[in-house]
């Protein structure tokens, strides 16, 4: 058969699903319906209903964890305003291609940001017949991500020595507190935690920091200058916990650094923010599948990892890692991994995995357990496919 049949024949199922994809997603998706307690001081509802697929879809197009975003969950309302306890009030807003952001201030100058939990990575694609024919597929593959892992990796990331924010989930209201920002940030669920920023002397979990900078700011200030051995080792751990959660979007910005005293002067010990990309899981689908094997970073979360594999979860932090890590040795890399090893112990794994919504951890335990057990024990190797990573 002549390659151009060939070639049109593929393309034809491939335009159907696009049109089915659009037909799905059309416009905006409708919103979760939410059931609010008694008191109001709770709601039941689901991050993302529209996730929610049937067998022929999630064959071609992943599974992922759309049982997670279509399932209803309860979360505490957020007041804003002087009248709600801490008195957070509504900065400005920001926020990437998928993620809506709201920067918000407390009675006592403390920073903290409301981070949407449903994401639409369509807003990556420029504007115009290119996001309309492919936006709705693009928008589906949010289910790659956990809704909920970013409380889990919280609490693996105390129980390997990593500073980390503290994030809860919330449900935000449509209120007057919100001022101009109603509009974009009523009616869903959000992340809150505190934004590493300044000077954080409060906050035990980032360091108890006098300053904490950006990585912009560490690197200017190090100059030429290789980092000092504690900056380094600090990094290299947060880095190997980052490989055993999976989480590959690890650029210069979804990092902040706390400056510690250390026995040489200065430490600058890393703080890693937006983890929506923890416990990834994306090729599960027959399309997903192909786009990984083209797209190196995107590893799908699973019991084992190869060489290839770290690499690619490596992939968007290259620059940082060959800039602070370099000067390590191997046995430093096999050291920090025997670190992690005896810290994530199971009970950890457990004790990590009851974080989030109540009616989600039965279910994501059943996702994540054996997975990170698995990885743990593999945690040794993974650091010397790391090292020979960095190294070149």
Known sequence: MPRLLLGALALLPAGLLLSAGASHWAGA????????????????????????????????WGTGYRAL????????????????????RPVRAGGNFQTQTLHLRSDDGRPFVLRSVNKNAAGRLPAGALRRLLGPLMRDQTRAGNPYGAYVAARLAAAAGVLHTNPQLVYVPRQAALGPFGAGFADALYLLEER??????????????????????????????????????????ARLLDLWLGDWSRRADQWRWARMAGPDGPEFHPIPRDRDQ???????????????ACVPKYQSFGPALNAAQVAGLARTARPLDQRLLRGLPRAAFLAEADSLQRRLTDSEIDAALTAGPSEARRLNAALLREPLRARRGQLRQVATWYFEVVRF
């Not at 975003?69 to 957070?88: E, H, I, Q």
């Not at 416990?279 to 192909?290: E, K």
């Open 29 to 60: 998706p409708p919103p979760a319906p939410v059931r609010w307690a008694a008191d109001s001081a709770t709601v039941q509802t689901a991050a993302g209903p529209g996730y929610a697929a049937g067998r022929l879809w999630r064959g071609l």
């Open 69 to 88: 975003w279509s399932m209803p969950v309860t979360a505490p309302v957020l007041r804003l305003g002087p009248a709600a306890p801490g008195g957070l």
């Open 196 to 237: 590493p920023a300044g000077n954080a002397t409060q906050a035990v979990t980032l360091g108890a920091s006098p300053e904490i900078v950006s990585s912009v700011a560490l690197l200017s200030s190090l100059g030429p200058r290789p980092p000092s051995t504690g900056t380094a080792r600090a990094y290299l751990r």
């Open 278 to 292: 923890a416990f990834y899981q994306f090729d599960d689908g027959f399309y997903p599948h192909l786009v990984a």
